[in-house]
């Protein structure tokens, strides 16, 4: 959620501060943390109480939110490249950058941006493999055979 605010709040600062429209890419992360938004209303009263979650929704909505930030994260990291933000040179050729009057404070929301899409891959990534973990044994998803209770013994 934490993560997911903050991309949001990054690239909506970004969104506002331009004057000649904005690159897909942008966009692209905006969906991205508004997509992680939506689906946490789903997945957090999930999470808190087992009988409201269906385990496949929940897993599929953990990867879809996986691979759209590893996509996201990636992209933003590509087109940035790795300099300077002081670099006026670099900030006004590179077309992330460059469509915003202050063109270095674009620069570093869009470098916060990337790191903070990184963090959110990481936590839905352990998140995903928690409910995968947590669904195994559930009645929707086949699970494997525990051992056997006191009763049986």
């Known amino acids: 959620l934490l993560w997911a605010l903050l991309v949001m709040a990054l690239i909506g600062n970004m969104i506002a501060t331009a004057y000649a429209g904005n690159p897909s890419i942008v966009n692209y992360s905006m969906f991205v943390s508004v997509f992680s938004m939506l689906s946490l209303f789903y997945l957090i009263p999930a999470t808190i ?21 590893f996509c996201a994260a990636v992209a933003l990291a590509a087109y940035l490249g790795a300099h300077s933000c002081s670099n006026s040179g670099y900030t006004h050729s590179n077309f992330i950058t460059n469509g915003s009057r202050d063109t270095e404070k674009r620069c570093r929301e869009a470098q916060a ?12 990534c352990a998140t995903a493999f928690f409910s995968w973990q947590q669904s195994r044994g559930s009645v929707n998803m086949r699970g494997s055979r525990g051992a056997p209770s006191m009763s049986q013994v």
């Open 113 to 124: 941006s990337t790191a903070f899409l990184w963090f959110g891959f990481a936590c839905f």
């Open 49 to 69: 109480k087992d009988g409201l979650g269906i385990p496949i929704a929940t897993i599929a909505l953990e990867l879809l939110n996986v691979v759209f930030y």
